[in-house]
């Protein structure tokens, strides 16, 4: 049967404007079973470093990552690897910006039993969140399950 | 060659051979390194004629990288030779150890063992 698709709650507070700034409220959605609560840092990391394990910079504190998919950049990986890789490096939740990579959606769609949330942004979301790591912004952000309202029910 | 939107080939870096806004060089042109650089928040990637301290350039046919030297080298041929240690290891046969071998003596200045 067809696994439910929970989407994700993303609040994102500049650490500047800790700890009173109001956080933007953006959407995303999990894949891989992998739906849950975290919260961290926000990081990006390129396609092309979770490629190996090279041993590379180590994050001090709780740390999620960003990674924007480019579908010119031959993956070195299946997607749910480079997940598991940037799970394996300490992120607490992997976001992946998929505006530019049609096929990830469908590739991390059928994936089970990930460690820690994985969600995927598009469209403004996507850009938004991007656009603070283009003006490295220093950011927490914190992932949630949204809470679909619950219908009445009617007999 | 229209650039899609966010991806530009024309790339500002000399060694560039595609890349993104948010990445930075995606790939580089023969004989260049694809770096990837951390600024911040940010990591994005550059192309290089020869990699940066710390770090070792590896060829291969689908892409040159550069990968980091193991932590206790300053600088290094390649992951098992390094040419200079981090303050408070000494370089003895192209590694870098706390200690360095009967007979040989610390030195400070070159961080190296030596007789």
Same mark, same amino acid.
């Given at each position: 049967?067809?696994?439910?698709?929970?989407?994700?709650?993303?609040?994102?507070?500049?650490?500047?404007?800790?700890?009173?700034?109001?956080?933007?409220?953006?959407?995303?959605?999990?894949?891989?079973?992998?739906?849950?609560?975290?919260?961290?840092?926000?990081?990006?990391?390129?396609?092309?470093?979770?490629?190996?394990?090279?041993?590379?910079?180590?994050?001090?504190?709780?740390?999620?990552?960003?990674?924007?998919?480019?579908?010119?950049?031959?993956?070195?990986?299946?997607?749910?690897?480079?997940?598991?890789?940037?799970?394996?490096?300490?992120?607490?939740?992997?976001?992946?910006?998929?505006?530019?990579?049609?096929?990830?959606?469908?590739?991390?769609?059928?994936?089970?039993?990930?460690?820690?949330?994985?969600?995927?942004?598009?469209?403004?979301?996507?850009?938004?969140?991007?656009?603070?790591?283009?003006?490295?912004?220093?950011?927490?952000?914190?992932?949630?399950?949204?809470?679909?309202?619950?219908?009445?029910?009617?007999? | 060659?229209?650039?899609?939107?966010?991806?530009?080939?024309?790339?500002?870096?000399?060694?560039?051979?595609?890349?993104?806004?948010?990445?930075? #060089?995606? %790939? +580089?042109?023969?004989?260049? !390194?694809?770096?990837?650089? &951390?600024? @911040?928040?940010?990591?994005?990637?550059?192309?290089?004629?020869?990699?940066?301290?710390?770090?070792?350039?590896?060829?291969?046919?689908?892409?040159?990288?550069?990968?980091?030297?193991?932590?206790? #080298?300053? %600088? +290094?041929?390649?992951?098992? !030779?390094?040419?200079?240690? &981090?303050? @408070?290891?000494?370089?003895?046969?192209?590694?870098?150890?706390?200690?360095?071998?009967?007979?040989?003596?610390?030195?400070?200045?070159?961080?190296?063992?030596?007789?």
């Amino acid at each position: 049967s067809e696994r439910p698709v929970l989407r994700a709650i993303i609040k994102v507070t500049l650490l500047k404007h800790e700890p009173t700034g109001k956080p933007l409220t953006l959407e995303g959605v999990f894949v891989g079973g992998s739906a849950g609560k975290a919260e961290g840092k926000l990081m990006q990391y390129h396609p092309l470093s979770l490629c190996n394990t090279s041993e590379d910079e180590r994050q001090e504190s709780d740390f999620i990552t960003i990674v924007k998919l480019e579908h010119r950049v031959h993956h070195c990986l299946p997607l749910p690897d480079k997940a598991r890789m940037a799970l394996d490096k300490g992120a607490q939740a992997v976001i992946f910006d998929i505006r530019n990579d049609a096929s990830a959606a469908a590739e991390l769609q059928e994936v089970d039993s990930l460690p820690r949330p994985v969600v995927l942004v598009e469209d403004n979301n996507a850009k938004e969140l991007m656009d603070l790591v283009n003006k490295n912004e220093e950011a927490k952000v914190v992932i949630e399950i949204k809470m679909e309202p619950k219908w009445p029910h009617y007999d | 060659h229209k650039p899609i939107s966010g991806v530009s080939s024309g790339c500002q870096q000399g060694g560039c051979l595609t890349c993104s806004d948010y990445n930075g #060089c995606l %790939s +580089c042109k023969p004989r260049f !390194f694809m770096h990837l650089e &951390r600024i @911040g928040m940010k990591q994005i990637g550059v192309c290089m004629t020869s990699c940066p301290p710390g770090f070792y350039g590896t060829r291969s046919p689908e892409r040159n990288t550069c990968t980091k030297c193991r932590s206790e #080298c300053d %600088s +290094c041929f390649n992951k098992n !030779f390094c040419t200079h240690c &981090r303050a @408070g290891f000494y370089l003895h046969l192209g590694k870098c150890q706390e200690n360095c071998p009967e007979g040989m003596v610390r030195s400070d200045a070159q961080r190296e063992c030596i007789l």
